[in-house]
């Protein structure tokens, strides 16, 4: 039976100085310290130093340990940046095993499951690994610029919504990374207006044939579109937030996977890039008692279904009703249905109208 042999990348936990091979070549040519000292013009003390492991190797020290020695320099200077480049892996090492337990705030089994980063066996590599993806040199960088990035998020949050800061830092930066990837144009807000009309009128269409075009008519104004699943612990439909002046980010996670909440929640970040601030990152838990929600919240309404039709659609007792007014304004019917069930707070009736909406890999 054929076997196969694992193999792993020797990871040494020590490092040689350069002086210790400076010693052992002195001793090897029966030279001394104070010999070595008076041929290169260095001071005795500095050799001692160097030998120690208290000073370095520099260039102009290597220059003159070639002339002396007849060791070329380069060799002189690569031990020293070998050795320094090894001392500052092993102190990488001993902080980030320092800091295992940190990985307990972060969801990186999940991170592991969508293949975002490789499943590691050493804890310590494993904290390396989840730093790179938040793009942070350390646990510390990482508290503080999630939590400047998440502030006015926390601000508005709910006691009630079950939120934590680990699991809503690892969705939007899934969702930063897919928007990096996508070219767009500058912003220009009056073209992705001019958008949000056309991409209205793909409502009626399936995800298959309206995903694409969306992504396109909102790059091509400067909105890079990303779709990423909802993470344990981070349940929000939305997020918008300002990559650049030049470039913001809608990020969907198809929570509730029904067509009217998909469709509310694209219309209500995309209020946000319309008409709030650039320095602040906007978190759609389906709240209203904050004024920028609010305002997001009045603008996917209204952008849907007009507000004159309201009284209309509270009195609707007939699928024949929903769907005319559905034809007349050319949307999907189950918007309709939501924004009727939103009104009257009968979320059991014209239920059926909702188009379910599913992953692609979902099995």
């Known amino acids: 039976m054929a076997t196969t042999k694992t193999t792993y990348p020797y990871e040494p936990n020590y490092a040689v100085a350069p002086g210790e091979i400076l010693e052992e070549h002195l001793d090897a040519i029966d030279m001394t310290q104070k010999e070595l000292a008076l041929r290169t013009g260095l001071t005795e003390q500095t050799i ?16 003159k340990l070639e002339l002396v020695l007849g060791v070329p320099s380069r060799m002189w200077n690569n031990l020293e940046s070998l050795y320094r480049e090894q001392l500052a892996k092993i102190a990488e090492k001993s902080l980030h095993e320092s800091n295992i337990a940190w990985l307990k705030s972060v969801p990186w089994k999940e991170l592991v499951k969508r293949k975002v980063i490789p499943n590691e066996k050493d804890k310590a590599v494993l904290v390396k690994n989840v730093l790179a993806f938040f793009g942070v040199s350390n646990v510390e960088q990482f508290q503080a610029y999630w939590k400047q990035q998440l502030q006015t998020v926390a601000a508005r949050k709910s006691q009630s919504f079950k939120s934590e800061f680990g699991a809503t830092s690892t969705w939007i930066r899934l969702g930063e990374l897919q928007a990096h990837k996508i070219d767009t144009k500058p912003i220009d807000k009056k073209k992705f207006k001019q958008s949000l009309k056309v991409i209205r009128a793909l409502t009626n269409e399936s995800p298959s044939s309206f995903e694409p075009k969306m992504r396109a008519l909102c790059a091509d104004a400067g909105v890079a579109l990303c779709f990423e699943k909802g993470i344990a612990k981070a349940p929000w439909h939305g997020a918008s937030r300002w990559l650049s002046p030049n470039k913001a980010m809608i990020l969907l996670s198809l929570r509730g996977k029904r067509d009217d909440q998909f469709w509310f929640s694209f219309f209500h970040e995309a209020g946000h890039i319309l008409y709030d601030s650039k320095k602040e990152m906007y978190l759609n838990d389906g709240r209203s008692d904050d004024p920028c929600e609010q305002k997001a919240n009045d603008f996917a309404a209204h952008w849907l279904i007009p507000k004159q039709h309201e009284r209309e659609i509270a009195e609707y007792t007939s699928e024949n009703e929903l769907f005319a007014l559905a034809s007349a304004l050319n949307i999907s019917p189950g918007i309709i249905a939501g924004r009727y069930q939103h009104l009257t707070g009968n979320y059991n009736k014209f239920n059926k ?11």
């Open 353 to 363: 109208l909702k188009s379910k909406l599913e992953w692609a890999d979902a099995s």
């Open 48 to 63: 001692i130093r160097i030998i120690k492991d208290k000073h370095p190797i520099t260039v102009n020290t290597a220059n």
